[in-house]
Nanobody, 129 residues
Framework: EVQLVESGGGLVQTGGSLRLSCAASGFTFDDYAIGWFRQAPGKAREGVSCISSSEIIATTYYADAVKGRFAISSDNAKNTVYLEMNSLKPEDTAVYYC????????????????????WGQGTQVTVSS
């Protein structure tokens, strides 16, 4: 059974930091890239970051809204992807989801949600002003 389980969300003040984790199981992790998306109340879900990694190299992607503040990384031995979020702003408040996509399909468009095969249940991040 394929599972993506997010954790690490919570309530933080403006300027604070959180680290989200996405633990994957049930598929060949090395064949997939992992993306993070978020959905704020009343807004469409949007892409945040994505990583396609191997033992040799990792390719990362960031939405303009989080560049310089968020950092994505992967521990392939643990089948886990992390999203380090720094300098958080109230507009970062959202439910954060991780999702898996076959590495070869990332070139179709990393923010195209329909190319992602599996999704986690999400973790809430709330940034207070």
């Amino acid at each position: 059974e394929v599972q993506l389980v997010e954790s690490g969300g919570g309530l933080v003040q403006t300027g604070g930091s959180l680290r989200l984790s996405c633990a994957a199981s049930g598929f060949t992790f090395d064949d997939y890239a992992i993306g993070w998306f978020r959905q704020a109340p009343g807004k469409a879900r949007e892409g945040v970051s994505c990583i396609s990694s191997s033992e040799i190299i990792a390719t990362t992607y960031y939405a303009d809204a989080v560049k310089g503040r968020f950092a994505i990384s992967s521990d392939n031995a643990k089948n886990t992807v992390y999203l380090e979020m720094n300098s958080l702003k109230p507009e970062d408040t959202a439910v954060y989801y991780c999702a898996s996509v076959q590495k070869r399909r990332v070139r179709l468009g990393v923010w195209l949600q329909h190319i992602y095969d599996y999704w986690g249940q999400g973790t809430q991040v709330t940034v207070s002003s």
